[in-house]
């Protein structure tokens, strides 16, 4: 008897987790939201000195799906951030120094014109000014990176929902921030000064130039504008799509300075972790963390675990053409563990959410 009832049990004990699993299931299968979060010039070599130097865990460690992006360009077998943010906010490989415009310099739709088009909210957050290349390629176009004026000029015609980041200097001088705040756009030079009980799109201008850095005391920015930035999508019912780019992760780089490197990859880690426990909370959300390029060639030669150090060597003051890794979490992050062309990151992105259809 008592084994037959220890029987039923189980068998009535499987039958509701089977229930509650599908259920879940059911309501998951549909990518709503996504988070893409690029660590400017973040190879492996950067996310394991970080690992070391973190002592614990980092956030990043409880990413579910893991594959590698090829980053070479159109022109180059390294690319720049112009051409390898381009691959990723428009599917397209195209030359280093292009924004968001193909080889032959004709623009080219990007996701987020894409989702804002079918009605999900956008935005991005960064921690560079935001006519710099990664930002500039997911909402502006332009033939050459380093046309800040033009490009910062652009953002007049762009669609957002929030952006946070820097760059007040030139887009007061050019009277952009003006212009969209005369149109009833929300344009604040803090992330503590955003009103989430407006509505309209937001114009955070944190800096006049780049955001300092960790080392000189940066703070909790990222972390702070990526809440308010979920705060802020998360109102728009049909989804959203969100960029977070650590961006001094490549500066770190170029100056072959590992402590930089160092900080501004656990400075993103805790973006990270907004971004998984708002995937928790809200199902449909798919996060994305991946790089542009490796920058600096650099390799950890030696090192003390104990002590949280690695000891850095830098093949090259410039980027590199090694893959770079894509980790993923959340609803869909299957779909990315793979060996892949970074221009299928924009492939997957766009089925994910179902969109240019
Ligand atoms: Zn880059």
Request: aromatic fraction near 8%.
């Amino acid at each position: 008897m008592k084994r037959i009832n220890l029987k039923r049990k189980l068998i009535s004990f499987a039958a509701i987790l089977i229930a509650s699993n599908s259920s879940i299931f059911a309501q998951t299968t549909e990518v709503k939201n996504i988070i893409l979060i690029i660590g400017d010039g973040m190879g492996l070599s950067q996310v394991y000195a970080a690992m070391v130097a973190n002592k614990q865990a980092l956030n990043l460690e409880k990413a579910t799906f893991f594959g590698f992006s090829k980053t070479w360009s159109a022109s180059d077998y390294t690319t720049d951030s112009g051409a390898g943010a381009t691959a990723i906010s428009t599917g397209q490989k195209t030359y280093n120094g292009a924004i968001a415009v193909d080889t032959n310099k004709k623009p080219l739709t990007t996701i987020m014109e894409y989702a804002s088009h079918k009605g999900l909210a956008t935005g991005a957050v960064v921690t560079i000014n935001l006519a710099n290349a990664t930002p500039a390629a997911f909402f502006t176009h332009n033939e050459y990176r380093y046309n800040y004026n033009d490009i910062t000029n652009n953002y007049l015609t762009a669609k957002f929902d929030i952006l946070i980041g820097g760059g007040a200097y030139r887009f007061d001088s050019l009277k952009v921030s003006t212009t969209l705040k005369n149109r009833g756009c929300q344009v604040i030079y803090s992330p503590d000064s955003i009103n989430l009980g407006v509505k309209g799109p937001i114009l955070c201008l944190a800096d006049s130039d780049d955001l300092p850095r960790v080392l000189d005391g940066r703070g909790n920015y990222l972390e702070k504008s990526v809440d308010i930035a979920l705060n802020k999508l998360v109102q728009n019912k049909k989804g959203f799509f969100l960029m977070i780019e650590g961006s001094q992760i490549d500066l770190g780089g170029h100056d072959q300075n590992i402590d930089y490197i160092v900080t501004e990859v656990i400075d993103l880690d805790k973006a990270i972790g907004k971004a998984f426990s708002f995937a928790d909370k809200n199902p449909g959300t798919l996060v994305i963390i991946t790089a542009d390029h490796e920058t600096g060639g650099l390799a950890l030669i030696d090192g003390d675990i104990k002590k949280g150090e690695s000891v850095a060597a830098f093949a090259a003051a410039h980027h590199t053409g090694v893959m770079v890794p894509v980790y993923t979490y959340g609803t869909g992050a299957q779909e990315f563990s793979k060996i892949m062309q970074n221009t299928e990151l924009f492939e997957k992105m766009m089925k994910a959410l179902k969109l240019g259809n």
